[in-house]
Each structure stands twice: as structure tokens, then as C-alpha cells.
């Protein structure tokens, strides 16, 4: 049953001088009951304005526009009124972002401020019963002395405690959907590890579906179910994780995966860095926006705009690329045994692909 | 290989709090007698999460931070104390790359003035055509346009910035470079760049290198050897394929279970996890500082005794007296 369902989601910013950078530039996935999708891509892509406009975060920005549609069991959050909104939202939606301390309050207790997420929704609820349920909560996401942590100040806390604070007061409400933001980036690794497993485990015993925004693709294999790779503010690639690591299709995702060392490869694998950087939203290249840095690209690359397809012959695999599939899969092949972009285009033929005679 | 860096017994402890009238005299313990060596020509790996002191390492060698005590060394002279003016030849030979090039950069300066400055401080280049000639080269090794001199650092990206960052490191053909987290604030697609880059400058240059990283698969990338540190200690040091296969130390094998690894098919085991998290600085555990995180604690022994930095199987060094995969005393 779709839980979420976001379709053709733009968020457009009104610059200086009539500039408008496309930050979300048409973006569609659903989001399943119980389900977890994660959301893969570099700074600016437009990962975590989508998940701000799906949340309607940014209502009072006054420079965004937003348009499309985003479907939260039935409700259009785009179109809802403030009322509707708040009341899904911290009820049966809610968010963790990247800096916990930057969305506590410096002076209220953390137990108050998590407490305030229950009464906003449940204000028939006894100070004894939020109490009560506050500590649970605590319990619930790992805070060792749950009890005695209520009364502490978010400085009280280290970064690793603030964010299972953060996690705790999302889950306040039992939220059948949670969007996360790079919920781990500012924690160390044996942290991560743990938040990691607390997401994993609150989505097995509350069946909370999850939305998981982040640059890392550790992260996303071992998190989620789904994946969309955004680039340029659009989604470049979609499948499932076990399809999206073991058969990728776009040459981004491609240049991601090998532009990461890996411990579960042998050492001295050559990192192959994507050349030169990501677009501003503010000039989007013309045709596929990834062309400029893409090692396969044609001339014709760089003037028709590709659309997200289905990839022939696999279940719910698309992407947004303009290479014919064989050519795709010749290149994959050529990249998994080791050889570099240039010998990968050459052993794939990408220069005897037809042209079109005339740019459309 | 010549030992072009060596490190014996380094210590730092500052106070707790700041300001005189707060009267604390709790010292938080933030590197707490660490001694390596670092060969010339190779790269040296100095992992662990906040806390573990590894970035006040990276200032004490660079001379940023006066040590409480211990001793640093860099080609069989002593560095640990002295004036800038008696270090002035080790202020060339050692140079340093910072996490952020966002703000280790004058934001008003050009960046040919910023890539230029340590050729004027060491009043190298005083001619100013000769040195904008200087400066174009770096830039162009660094792989940045030369014809961007009269740019500002705003109006770079952060991998670009970094590339300045590195260029003005490179500028006085310094024997050693300490790198503190010097891709950790990049997009992973800029990261490799930078990465590459420095490998080969490496190589032209005939670098050493103490490479500081919290990501553990950049550090093995990176790295010939890679030392392990916990609350201002080492726990382990060996060559980087020896540490990575065979970690000996439980904290170490206890981070490695710990990174998520890019493929759906390789899940992490919940039960590898480690509890807790690192305690404070400003009073450690007594004896082995891991103790009270430790999978394989022991009471009595672990908490009482400290373990000494001795050699492991396989080569390198291991604090633990109960280390990973060899039979433990008295089984």
C-alpha cells in the first residue's frame, strides 16, 4: 500500500536578478507502508529540498515556489492547509535532521522538549502519562538513564545522545512515516553504527516506513530497501538497493561507487574521481545535466533532455540516460573488470553509436 | 628507510574550561604519551573518532601547540621546543593541510596572494613577476587554473578551495605534510580528486605524509601504515594491509565491523556493534582507556594494569592484554 506518493515535485528559488535555480526539478517515487527509501546524491542536488518541501518546510520561505503534488495517505500536503499540516506532521510524519543541536532548544530540558512533541498532538495527556511516555521513548532509541537524562540540557549531551534525542522526539507520536536527513553524517563511526541499527529496528518493531537522505552509500545499502540517486535536483536512477549496487545503469551512479575506496575491496584499487562539478541549480546544463561530466557522453548528449525509462528487461530498475542499454551494459561489464572510463568507452564502442543527423 | 619523523612520549593536556577566574584545574587529557616514528618518503595513517586526539597530534607536530611534555624529532634534530626564528628551516620543511578550506583560507585575500604568502614570509620570490610565475606553477600542479590568481575564495568550490589549501602547503617543497581530514568537508566525486591528487604529489615530490582521517576506508586507501588512536592513545599501529585484515586490538576490529560497507549483500552484524560511546577526556578510564567499552574485558586485569604498546603477531605494534585472534594468556 503506498504510504507516500510524491509526483513531479519541483521547488524553484527566485535568486537575484531573476535568477531561478531549479533546486527540485521534477521529482516522482512513492514510499510504500512499512517501506524505506533512501535518497542518494552530492550536496545540491536537491535531496534535502525535497524532503523540506514534502514536510511543506518551506511555506515560509517566501523566494520558493513549489509545485507537484505529494500524497501522504490521501492527503495532498502540498495543497493543505497550515491546520492539516501541522496536525500530520510530528504526528504521523516526522523528521530528523543532520544537526540535532541546532534543532533543540539550548535551554530546555531535553525531556521538556520531547514531552512538548506529545502535547502538541495529545493534549488530553497527563503531565505523569507524558512523563512516562518520554522515558519510554528514551529507552526505546538507547539513552542509558533514561530517567535522570529528562532533566539534561541539550549541551549536556554528546552529539551521538542529542540525535537519539532528535530520533526520540520524532518518534513521539508513533509516525508511520520518517524522513531523516543525514541523521548520521556528524557522528563517528561506532555512533553511526548504532543510530543505524536503532532505524533498522524501530522499522521492524513499529513498522515505521523511512526516507533516508544521505551522500553516503554505506549507509543507504545497509539502511534501505529503495533507491533514487538524485543529480541536478532530478532522480537519475531508481531500483532496488541489492539491483542499484550490483547492476547500476547511469554513469553517475557509476562514478559514485568508484569514486569511493572500499574496504571490502583489495587496497590499491585506483579511485576514479567524476571530473570537474556539480552544476549550480541556478544554470542547469542543457540536455542531460550530467553530460558535461559524464566520460560517455556524445554531442547529441548535450541537447536532448533524457527521461526517466524503465530498464529493458529488469523489474522496477529506471534511469535517465540516453546511452542505449546494451551499450550501458557493455560499459558496466568493461568498469566491474577494472578498466578505466576512456578504455571502458573504447571497449564499448560508445563512438560508433549513431548520431542523429540534426539536433532536434 | 630513513626515520625522518619520530614522536616519543608526547604529551598534552589543556585545561577544561577557559578563563583564569574559573578556577578549574581539570585538564582534559588530550593526547596522552603517544610515540610513533614516520619514514621518509612514506605515509602514515592516524585514525580514531572525536576525542582520540588525533588532530592535537597533527598540531604538535606542526609546532601549532606547545607540547606539555614528550619529545618530537624531524631528521635527527630535536623540534620540541624553540623559537620560530631557530625553527625557521623546519617551518618549510613541515607544512599543513587543513579539514576546512572554507575557513583555513583569508576569505579577502586572492588566492594567488594566499598560494604566494609563504614564498614572501621566507623571502623566496620578492620579485613580484617572478613570484606570480611561482604561483602559477603550484596552481597549475595543484591542477587549478593559473590564470585564476586574481580570484577570491569565495568564488571557488570546496575542492577547488582545498587545491588551494594544498598548493600553498607545496609552496616552500616541504620534506612532510601533515593532512588533517583534508577530504572529510568534499562530495565523494571531489574527494577522489583530491585524493589523486595528493598521491601524486606524493610521488613527484618524494612526500612524507601523516595522513589524520576518521573514514577508515580513505585512510586504507591512503595509507603504507596506519596507527589507531583512543582517548589520546595509541592502541595499535601496523602496515595499513596487516591492520585492515588482521586488526589485533578490540577497538580497532570494533570500528572496522563498524563502517557500512556499499553493498546490500554485506550487512552489518547488530551484535558486533560497540556500545556506549567514548568517555570523556577530561577523566579517563584508568589503566586501558578501552576497558569499559571492551568486548573482551577483564576485570581485575584491564581496569588495574595498563597495556603496554608491544609488538603483535603479523607485524606492528598492539596495547591489549586480551588482543584479537591469538590465544589468550592463561587459555
Known amino acids: 500500500m503506498t504510504l507516500l506518493d510524491v509526483r513531479d515535485l519541483r521547488v524553484a528559488f527566485a ?346 | 628507510m630513513s626515520v625522518l619523523l619520530e614522536v616519543s612520549d608526547l604529551i598534552k593536556h589543556f585545561p577544561a574550561r577557559s578563563g583564569a577566574l574559573r578556577g578549574s584545574s581539570d585538564m582534559v587529557h588530550a593526547v596522552d604519551g603517544v610515540s610513533f616514528e614516520v619514514g621518509e618518503g612514506e605515509t602514515l595513517g592516524l585514525v580514531g573518532e572525536s576525542g582520540a586526539g588525533k588532530s592535537t597530534v597533527a598540531r604538535l607536530v606542526t609546532r601549532l601547540l606547545e607540547p606539555t611534555s614528550g619529545s618530537i624529532s624531524f631528521a635527527g634534530r630535536d623540534i620540541t621546543h624553540g623559537s620560530p626564528r631557530k625553527l625557521g628551516g623546519l617551518r618549510r620543511d613541515v607544512q599543513m593541510i587543513f579539514q576546512d578550506p572554507y575557513s583555513s583560507l583569508n576569505p579577502r585575500r586572492s588566492i594567488g596572494s594566499i598560494i604566494g604568502e609563504p614564498l614572501v614570509v621566507h623571502g623566496l620570490e620578492r620579485d613580484g613577476r617572478a613570484r606570480r610565475r611561482a604561483v602559477g606553477e603550484l596552481m597549475e600542479q595543484v591542477g587549478l587554473d593559473p590564470g585564476d590568481q586574481h580570484r577570491l575564495p569565495a568564488e571557488l568550490s570546496g575542492g577547488q578551495r582545498q587545491r588551494v589549501g594544498i598548493a600553498r602547503a607545496i609552496a616552500l617543497r616541504p620534506r612532510l605534510i601533515v593532512a588533517d581530514e583534508p577530504v572529510s568537508a568534499l562530495d565523494v566525486s571531489i574527494q577522489a580528486q583530491i585524493l589523486n591528487l595528493l598521491e601524486q604529489l606524493r610521488r613527484e615530490l618524494g612526500l612524507t605524509i601523516v595522513f589524520i582521517g576518521h573514514d577508515l576506508a580513505v585512510v586504507r586507501h591512503v595509507c603504507d601504515r596506519v596507527a589507531v588512536m583512543y582517548l589520546g592513545k595509541l592502541v595499535e599501529v601496523a602496515a595499513a594491509d596487516d591492520l585492515y585484515a588482521h586488526p589485533r586490538h578490540p577497538y580497532t576490529a570494533a570500528l572496522l565491523r563498524s563502517v557500512p560497507v556499499p553493498d546490500p549483500g554485506q550487512p552489518m552484524e547488530p551484535g558486533a556493534l560497540l556500545a556506549g560511546e567514548t568517555p570523556s577526556p577530561i577523566n579517563p578510564p584508568a589503566a586501558c582507556r578501552f576497558h569499559t567499552r571492551c568486548p573482551k574485558f577483564v576485570a581485575g586485569h584491564c581496569d588495574v594494569i595498563e597495556p603496554e604498546l608491544a609488538p603483535r603477531t603479523g607485524g606492528g605494534l598492539v596495547a591489549c592484554h586480551y588482543p584479537e585472534g591469538e590465544v589468550t594468556r592463561g587459555a
Open chain 1, 15 to 360: 535568486g537575484d536578478g531573476g535568477v531561478v535555480a531549479r533546486a527540485v526539478d521534477g521529482v516522482s517515487f512513492t514510499v510504500g507502508a512499512g517501506g524505506a527509501l533512501g535518497i542518494v546524491g552530492e550536496s545540491g542536488c536537491g535531496k534535502s529540498v525535497s524532503a523540506l518541501a514534502i514536510m511543506g518546510l518551506l511555506r515560509e520561505v517566501r523566494s520558493a515556489q513549489v509545485s507537484g503534488t505529494v500524497e501522504f495517505d490521501g492527503h495532498d500536503l502540498v495543497g493543505a492547509g497550515a491546520d492539516e499540516l501541522r496536525a500530520l506532521r510530528g504526528d504521523r510524519i516526522a523528521m530528523v535532521f543532520q544537526d540535532p543541536l541546532s534543532s533543540l532548544h539550548p535551554m530546555r530540558r531535553v525531556g521538556d522538549q520531547v514531552g512538548e512533541a506529545i502535547t502538541a498532538h495529545r493534549s488530553d495527556r497527563s503531565p505523569d502519562a507524558v512523563r512516562a511516555r518520554v522515558t519510554e521513548l528514551f529507552e526505546l532509541v538507547g539513552i542509558p538513564e533514561a530517567a535522570r537524562r529528562l532533566q539534561s540540557y541539550p549541551h549536556e549531551l554528546s552529539g551521538g545522545m542529542r540525535q537519539r534525542v532528535m530520533i526520540a522526539m520524532a518518534l513521539a507520536n508513533d509516525p508511520e512515516l520518517l524522513i531523516a536527513d543525514e541523521p548520521t553524517t556528524a557522528l563517528d563511526v561506532t555512533v553511526q553504527a548504532q543510530i543505524l541499527e536503532l532505524l533498522a529496528r524501530l522499522r521492524r518493531e513499529l513498522g515505521m516506513a523511512l526516507v533516508l537522505i544521505t551522500h553516503d552509500a554505506g549507509v543507504v545499502a545497509q539502511v534501505v530497501d529503495d533507491v533514487c540517486v538524485m543529480y541536478a535536483g532530478r532522480i537519475v536512477e531508481r531500483a532496488s538497493a541489492r539491483t542499484l549496487f550490483a547492476a547500476p545503469q547511469h554513469p553517475y551512479t557509476w562514478g559514485l561507487l568508484g569514486a569511493i575506496p572500499r574496504l571490502d575491496r583489495p587496497r590499491g584499487s585506483d579511485l576514479i574521481p567524476i571530473e570537474g562539478r556539480p552544476p549550480s541549480p541556478a544554470a542547469r546544463p542543457p540536455g542531460c545535466a550530467f553530460a558535461p561530466r559524464c566520460a560517455y557522453a556524445r554531442p547529441s548528449h548535450s541537447v536532448v533532455d533524457p527521461s526517466l525509462q524503465p530498464v529493458p528487461g529488469a523489474l522496477a530498475h529506471d534511469v535517465a540516460c540516453l546511452l542505449p542499454a546494451d551499450t550501458r551494459s557493455a560499459l558496466w561489464a568493461a568498469l566491474s573488470d577494472g578498466a578505466a572510463p576512456a578504455a571502458a568507452r573504447l571497449a564499448a564502442h560508445v563512438d560508433e553509436l549513431p548520431e542523429p543527423e540534426a539536433a532536434p
